[in-house]
């Protein structure tokens, strides 16, 4: 059994910060690639950011400069670092992780998301 629980969203003003975090628990073997997505109504589930498990990371347009990821991997977590919000940004934020579980199965993995909120 593998869970993604999410943590960290909430309301902000534009301008202001929140930091995700999001943690695989349960048999799991290994975490190999990490990613942040995200979904407002009515739109399409995109990709902002992801990192390998040796910490190489890639960035949408939308969020460079702006977001950054990162990752534990002794506490199998991933984070995201979201800076100079902007309304735009208001969405569900959603984590992913490919692992291996106890039994070395490898599948994809999602947590139930979060919801992210940027006033004007």
């Known amino acids: 059994q593998v869970q993604l629980v999410e943590s960290g969203g909430g309301l902000v003003q534009a301008g202001g910060s929140l930091r995700l975090s999001c943690a695989a628990s349960?048999?799991?073997?290994?975490?190999?690639?990490m990613g942040w997505y995200r979904q407002a109504p009515g739109k399409q589930r995109d990709l902002l950011a992801s990192?390998?498990?040796?910490?190489?990371?890639n960035y949408a347009d939308s969020v460079k400069g702006r977001f950054t990821i990162s990752r534990n991997n002794a506490k199998n977590t991933v984070y995201l670092q979201m800076n100079s919000l902007k309304p735009e940004d208001t969405a569900v934020y959603y984590c992913?992780?490919?692992?291996?579980?106890?039994?070395?199965?490898?599948?994809?993995?999602w947590g139930q998301g979060t919801q992210v909120t940027v006033s004007s």
């Open positions: 990192i390998t498990i040796e910490g190489n990371t």
């Open positions: 992913n992780a490919d692992l291996f579980d106890d039994d070395l199965d490898y599948a994809e993995y």
């Open positions: 349960g048999s799991i073997f290994r975490v190999n690639a």
